[in-house]
């Protein structure tokens, strides 16, 4: 079975993923890693449209790969290749999430192993750790 996302839906679920499983790829020895200019520009952006409103540091993720840049999961014990994603991976690699975990991220029923199941096919194309 395919499940096709709207690049919206896409996005809102990596969010998601980002807010709820940022945390567990540390548990790997992997951190994200992005340019500090980009991080600066994309949130001076976001304040920018919304100037009264909270930021959190996932909206600034996504502006950045939104406005064209990249992040990077950087595997800090050197087993593997740095994972670079623009938005295009976004919108291509979340629908291939396994699909226990792509319909509970759709259906709200997602928790933080969902969350990292999402992070990992979007970086890595699979699901290497956990």
């Not at 679920?13 to 709820?20: D, K, M």
């Not at 980009?38 to 502006?63: N, R, W």
């Not at 933080?112 to 970086?123: C, G, H, P, S």
Request: hydrophobic content about 35%.
């Amino acid at each position: 079975m395919i499940i096709q996302l709207t690049p919206q839906e896409s996005e809102q679920c990596f969010h998601n993923a980002l807010c709820n499983g940022l945390d567990w790829i540390s548990n790997y020895g992997l951190t994200l890693e992005y340019e500090d200019k980009d991080y600066q520009t994309a949130k001076a952006t976001l304040q920018a449209q919304s100037p009264t409103l909270e930021i959190c540091y996932e909206d600034v993720l996504m502006e950045i790969l939104k406005s064209g840049g990249t992040l990077t999961l950087v595997d800090e014990e050197g087993g593997e290749d740095d994972a670079q994603i623009k938005i295009s991976e976004v919108h291509e690699r979340v629908s291939k999430t396994p699909m226990v975990h792509l319909m509970n991220m759709i259906t709200e029923n997602d928790d933080a192993e969902t969350a990292d199941v999402i992070l990992q096919t979007v970086f890595l194309g699979e699901v290497i750790y956990g």
